[in-house]
């Protein structure tokens, strides 16, 4: 049984007072829960200070991002060991906007997928089509090379590591959200996909979350999907009451 996963992320978001105060109502709501994983992705500058305010609870944190290579001449990275000292345990890798804005390749999320788990983090690894892909009938295209490609040279023992999050692109901040039965869809291909690249035994166990504009009002009927793991949520993550009704939800 896959145990559900609730992801907030923060993205350039709140400055520290809020983080903070945000922190601590998150901890005093949802900070003991058992029936749910629940992680946070902050920016990287306020790792360390909620790691200090969620000490003692069930809440994990995530990166939003790292750099494929451990340490160097690269102005303004930060590196996977970098997250794990200041408490991260996740890390976001290949989200749209990063591959949008800062054209990230699958290449790139192939590497930093390696190195998140050289460092002993667990990867969120994001995949999702355009609304263009999806009306040119290449979304099962587009997420097989994003697999395929991200994923490559992994062995069995790290994919069962990973956390896939699908996130059609076309409705991440846009008020847009799949339906049930569309990101059921996806998610069963990407399911089916990892077996076929991987094992039976890996596609069952491996948590799939979905992602695009999720919030309270739909959570309840994207969880009610067989293959329909959690959620990667982004705005409604950045107010206590969305996010702790979110991590609430009806299964």
């Known amino acids: 049984m896959r145990k559900p996963i609730i992801a907030g992320n923060w993205k350039m978001n709140h400055n520290l007072q809020?983080?903070?105060e945000l922190a601590k109502k998150l901890k005093a709501s949802i900070g003991n829960i058992e029936h749910v994983k629940v992680i946070i992705a902050p920016?990287?500058?306020?790792?360390y200070p909620l790691s200090l305010e969620f000490k003692d609870s069930t809440i994990e944190l995530a990166a939003q991002n790292l750099h494929w290579e451990e340490k160097g001449a690269f102005t303004g990275e930060i590196s996977g060991n970098m997250i794990k000292e200041v408490g991260g345990t996740y890390v976001i890798i290949g989200h749209s906007e990063r591959r949008q804005y800062f054209g990230e390749t699958d290449n790139i999320v192939n590497k930093k997928t390696i190195r998140a788990l050289i460092s002993g983090l667990s990867p969120i690894v994001c995949v999702g089509e355009s609304l263009e892909e999806r009306e040119?009938?290449?979304t099962f295209k587009r997420i097989k090379?994003?697999?395929s490609e991200g994923l490559k040279g992994l062995a069995k023992d790290e994919i069962s590591k990973i956390i896939i999050?699908?996130?059609?692109?076309?409705a991440i901040g846009t008020g847009k959200t799949a339906t049930p039965n569309q990101a059921e869809e996806v998610h069963k291909y990407i399911r089916n996909l990892i077996q076929d690249i991987f094992s039976y035994n890996i596609a069952i166990s491996i948590p799939i979350l979905y992602g695009g504009s999720v919030k309270p009002d739909n959570i309840d009927t994207l969880m009610a999907q067989n293959d329909i793991d959690g959620a990667l949520v982004g705005g409604a993550s950045l107010k206590a009451d969305s996010f702790i009704k979110i991590v609430n939800f009806k299964k």
């Open 18 to 20: 809020e983080a903070l």
């Open 136 to 138: 040119k009938g290449e």
């Open 43 to 47: 920016p990287a500058i306020y790792l």
């Open 145 to 147: 090379t994003q697999i």
């Open 165 to 170: 999050a699908y996130e059609p692109v076309w």
